[in-house]
C-alpha cells in the first residue's frame, strides 16, 4: 500500500556501558547480565485502529523472526511494496523483500531501488538498476520477488507494464519520432510516429478560434492500465489508445471541454495522470478492483445555469451507464487527471478509462502547475483509502496543502486547515483512517490517526508507531525496540504463519 514514503525508526544494536569501580579486598564484583531491559515480545496497550488485534509475529529479541538484515548497525528503512515488505539497509545497497503475512523471504539484492511503478493491473513493482561499467541494466521486480523485465537499451522505459522503445536521442524538449510498444515478454503490441505540430505560419486560421487539437498526431506515452495506454501530445491534448486493437483510438480529451473546465477558460493547462481507480458496485475501490467502500457514484443534474457549479464539482449528466466501461471486477474502470496552469487553480477530472465519459469535474483550492512534461510517473503525495473512497490529493499552492476528495461523488470533503493541520504528513491509509506524522509537535514528532472521511483525530489510537501497511493489510508496529507485524483486523493470529517463516531469498 503505497503512499508517502517516509523515513523510518531505526533499530540497530543495544550497546551496554558498564562503569568499572576500583576495590581494595573485596570480592570481585559479579558480572552484569547482558541487557537489564531485553527486548519485549508482547505488545501493550491499544492496537491501532483497522489491524487484528493480536500480531503473527515480532522481529527482534529472543523469539524474533526477523532477517539479518535488521542487525544492519545503521538502522533500516522499511517501506510496502503491495504484499510484502521492502527492507533497505541504512549502510550499503543491499533490500529484502519479506511476505507479510508469513515472513517469507522473496527476493534480496545490491541492486539500487529507483522507484515503485505499477504493473497492467495497477499492482506494486519495483524498478531496479545494476551498472556495469557504461552499462546500466534496468530490472523490474513483482511483490512476490519474480523479476518480470530486464533491459539494458536506454530507449526503453518500463510504462505500467509495457515497455515503451522510444525514438533515438528522446527528450521532453524533442519528444518526436517513431515509438514502438511491447510486451514485457517481447513481441511488439504497437508502433506508431508522433507527429511534430506544424508551424504556426502553416497552421489553419481557425485553429485561433478554438478548434479541436488533432488526436492524429499521437503523442508521447504517459500511463497504462491493462490494454489502454495514455498519450500526450505537450500541447493540453490526453488521448487513450487501444493496446489490443492496434492502437485505435478510444478517447480524447483537453481541458477546453466544459465538462472539464467548468464553463471557465484556463490558460494553457496541461494534463498530469494523478492515478487509475475503481469505482466498483459497492463503491471505490483500488485499481483491481479488490477494494470495497460507500455506495455507486450518482450523478445528479446540473445546477441551473447561474454561472457556477454544483458544489464540490461538475457532475456529467450525459456520462454513460454505470456498467459500461466495466472494470477487471465488473466495476468501472476511471483514470483520474489534473489539468495544472501555472498562476489559477488547477482542475480534476475522472474519466471512464474505456469511454473518456467524464463523470465529474472539481476546481482544486491551489495554482498546481506540471513541472515534467510527458512525465510517466503518477503524482506524488496521493494517499487512497479504498474502504471510504476517500483520496488525499496534496496542493502546491493556495489556502491549504490538502484536500480529501470523496473519489464517487466527486467532492471535496475536508482539508486541512490552521498550523496543527498543516503540520501533518499523510503517510497511508488503513480500513477507513489515515496515519499521518505531525511534524514540529510540542513533544516531538508524533503519529496521528484520522477518520478518513471526516478528519476527526481518533484520540489514543495506538501505543506503537505504524511503519508500513501492505495492500493485504498487514501492518509493521513499532513499540519500545521492538518490531510487530499485525494482521488485518478480522484475521486470526496465526493466519498466514509458515513453518519457515524467514525463509532464504534467492539472491538476483
Not at 538498476?129 to 518480470?148: C, L, N, W
Amino acid at each position: 500500500m503505497r503512499g508517502w514514503r517516509t523515513p523510518l525508526v531505526r533499530t540497530g544494536g543495544f550497546v551496554l556501558l558498564l562503569a568499572v569501580t576500583a576495590c581494595t579486598g573485596g570480592a570481585p564484583a559479579e558480572p552484569a547480565p547482558a541487557s537489564p531491559h531485553p527486548v519485549p515480545t508482547v505488545f501493550t496497550g491499544a492496537v491501532p485502529p483497522g489491524l487484528g488485534a493480536e500480531p503473527v509475529r515480532v522481529l527482534h529479541g529472543a523469539g524474533g523472526e526477523g532477517p539479518d538484515i535488521l542487525d544492519d548497525p545503521m538502522g533500516v528503512r522499511i517501506q510496502s511494496v503491495g504484499d510484502a515488505f521492502l527492507i533497505s539497509s541504512n549502510s550499503e545497497e543491499r533490500h529484502l523483500l519479506q511476505r507479510a503475512s508469513d515472513g517469507a523471504a522473496l527476493w534480496e539484492s545490491d541492486q539500487r531501488v529507483e522507484g515503485f511503478p505499477s504493473d497492467r493491473g495497477g499492482a506494486d513493482v519495483l524498478a531496479v538498476t545494476a551498472r556495469d561499467g557504461d552499462r546500466t541494466t534496468v530490472a523490474v521486480v513483482a511483490a512476490d520477488g519474480e523479476t518480470v523485465w530486464s533491459g539494458s537499451d536506454p530507449r526503453d522505459v518500463y510504462v505500467d507494464g509495457w515497455v515503451v522503445h522510444r525514438p533515438s536521442g528522446w527528450s521532453a524538449d524533442d519528444p518526436y519520432g517513431e515509438f514502438v510498444v511491447r510486451g514485457t515478454g517481447g513481441g511488439t503490441a504497437w508502433s506508431f510516429v508522433f507527429e511534430e505540430p506544424p508551424d504556426e505560419e502553416d497552421a489553419p486560421e481557425a485553429a485561433d478560434d478554438g478548434a479541436e487539437a488533432d488526436p492524429g498526431r499521437m503523442g508521447a506515452p504517459v500511463g497504462a492500465r491493462g490494454d489502454v495506454l495514455l498519450l500526450d501530445d505537450g500541447a493540453g491534448l490526453l488521448q487513450a489508445r487501444d493496446l489490443g486493437a492496434d492502437g485505435d483510438l478510444l478517447w480524447s480529451a483537453s481541458a477546453d471541454d466544459p465538462d472539464i473546465s467548468g464553463g471557465r477558460a484556463l490558460p494553457q493547462p496541461r494534463p498530469h495522470l494523478v492515478g487509475f481507480y475503481d469505482l466498483s458496485e459497492t463503491g471505490p475501490g483500488p485499481a483491481d478492483g479488490t477494494g470495497s467502500g460507500g455506495p455507486h457514484p450518482t450523478r445528479a443534474p446540473e445546477d441551473a445555469e447561474t454561472g457556477g457549479e454544483p458544489e464540490g464539482g461538475r457532475p456529467n449528466a450525459g456520462a454513460s451507464a454505470p456498467g459500461e466501461g466495466a472494470g477487471p471486477a465488473g466495476g468501472r474502470a476511471t483514470a483520474l487527471v489534473r489539468w495544472g496552469v501555472p498562476e489559477a487553480p488547477s482542475r480534476l477530472s475522472l474519466h471512464d478509462l474505456r469511454t473518456g465519459d467524464v463523470l465529474w469535474s472539481l476546481r482544486e483550492p491551489g495554482a498546481n502547475p506540471v513541472d515534467r512534461a510527458f512525465d510517466t510517473e503518477r503524482l506524488p503525495g496521493t494517499v487512497y483509502d479504498r474502504t471510504t473512497g476517500t483520496l488525499l490529493v496534496p496542493q502546491r499552492s493556495g489556502e491549504t496543502p490538502m484536500i480529501a476528495v470523496d473519489l464517487a461523488a466527486g467532492e471535496i470533503r475536508w482539508q486541512f486547515d490552521g498550523g496543527a493541520e498543516r503540520a501533518i504528513s499523510p503517510t497511508f491509509a488503513l480500513a477507513g483512517y489515515v496515519y499521518g506524522d505531525s511534524r514540529g509537535a510540542e513533544d516531538g514528532d508524533v503519529q496521528v490517526v484520522l477518520e478518513a472521511a471526516t478528519k476527526e483525530v481518533v484520540p489514543g489510537a495506538s501505543t506503537g508507531y505504524v511503519e508500513a501497511v501492505t495492500d493485504d493489510g498487514y501492518a509493521l508496529v513499532v513499540q519500545d525496540r521492538q518490531r510487530f507485524v499485525f494482521p488485518p483486523a478480522g484475521d486470526r493470529p496465526d493466519a498466514g504463519r509458515s513453518a519457515t517463516p524467514s525463509g532464504t531469498a534467492t539472491p538476483r
